[in-house]
């Protein structure tokens, strides 16, 4: 058994877990050396009861490596432990770092540079808006956008990246092979295209109620500085926050209506203590004093010149122009997709050549 099999077989032992596994590295060295410890050995560590004790060391009946390691292989995972240096640093340093990340895509050094974005998974269009222009200029920058691929503020998020030509990972709360949300498949892939679809739970792990909550944790740690844009009350967002501020990280908060309950979450970050934000570069500016080595690229401080443009930029650009015009209307007047406008609509307005006005209407700038 390789090192890294060995730290396979650990995480899928039940009832085991991060903390208990770095008390048992602790006082045994390797991941190999506690698969092969006797139960009194194991019994002498902090945390290891009977019931632990017994399933790490009948774990060949527990768990099925080589089934495991084949699913690897069919799916072209990679495997990160805490052993390999594109494992993230700040992850690492978190009370419970994963055993294991699953990789469906590339980590890159760039990845440890980056901000994680939350927020509501039914997000309004104020909560949407302000993710994908903050998401964008993130990604913009140079810095990688971390969130959990869920519907909402998530999506919104990996897709600003994408439309940033930035990066983007996705840590998601079930096995690689069950993602969810389903619907949230072709998403996926453009960002395994484009940074990476993270896992700390086997390949055919179902996602549940526990498996959420405990990504979060992944997302905050991974994370330089953790972004909320859009959160009730009782929402996730604010318990990845609250991890956030354990690990020592900085949270960051858009401001919203008060009379707004889908709002009411980020103005109790900001009561507490989280940065007020009201654009990516109120966030980057704070986050610079954290990069003496400035590892994320000069933001979009000035309203741009004209730039080249592609090809979908240019003849959707050539559709808008100084009179409002709705979307619909867009849509109709260039022959591109919905889909296509959507994301053209957002790089052109990050660009500084148009302006986005309620209710989906936009007009020419320059």
Not at 342 to 362: C, D, Q, S, W
């Given at each position: ?42 019994l ?109 503020i ?13 990066r983007?990972?996705?840590?998601i709360?079930a ?17 395994a ?68 309950p ?39 401080e ?11 930029e240019?003849?959707?650009y ?42 989906r ?6």
């Amino acid at each position: 058994m390789t090192r890294k099999e060995a730290w396979i077989a650990l995480n899928l032992i039940p009832q085991v877990g991060p903390v208990r596994v770095q008390r048992l590295l602790a006082r045994m060295g390797s991941p190999e050396r506690i698969l092969t410890a006797r139960t009194a050995e194991l019994l002498e560590a902090e945390g290891i009861g009977r019931t632990q004790a017994d399933l790490i060391t009948g774990w060949e009946s527990q768990v099925d490596l080589a089934g495991e390691l084949r699913k690897i292989q069919e799916r072209g995972l990679t495997i990160l432990t805490q052993d390999d240096e594109l494992y993230p640093p700040l992850l690492k340093t978190i009370h419970d770092p994963p055993l294991v990340l699953y990789v469906w895509g590339e980590v890159t050094p760039k990845d440890h540079h980056a901000i994680g974005v939350v927020g509501s998974r039914h997000a309004t269009p104020y909560g949407l808006n302000a993710t994908k222009k903050m998401s964008f200029q993130i990604a913009y920058s140079g810095c990688t956008v971390i969130s959990g691929l869920a519907r909402g503020i998530d999506t919104a998020a990996h897709e600003a990246a994408l439309a940033a030509k930035g990066r983007t990972i996705a840590v998601i709360g079930a096995g690689i092979g069950k993602l969810y949300p389903p619907e949230n498949m072709a998403l996926a892939e453009r960002i395994a295209q484009n940074g990476a679809v993270i896992s700390e739970y086997a390949v055919d792990r179902v996602a549940d109620r526990q498996t959420f909550p405990y990504r979060n944790r992944v997302v905050a740690g991974w994370s330089s500085g953790l972004l909320v844009t859009e959160a009730p009350l009782k929402s996730g967002s604010l318990i990845t926050a609250q991890q956030a501020v354990d690990e020592g990280r900085t949270v960051y908060a858009v401001p919203g209506p008060i009379d707004k309950p889908t709002s009411a979450g980020c103005n109790r970050l900001i009561q507490q203590g989280a940065k007020l934000v009201m654009n990516g570069d109120d966030l980057l500016d704070d986050l610079m004093a954290l990069f003496p080595t400035a590892p994320c690229a000069p933001k979009l401080e000035t309203p741009r010149p004209a730039v080249a443009l592609s090809l979908d930029e240019e003849i959707l650009y050539k559709a808008i122009d100084r009179e409002e015009r709705h979307i619909d209307d867009l849509i109709s007047r260039c022959g591109l997709t919905a889909a296509t406008v959507n994301v053209t609509l957002m790089r052109l307005e990050m660009k500084r050549l148009i302006r986005a006005l309620p209710g989906r209407r936009y007009l020419r700038l320059v």
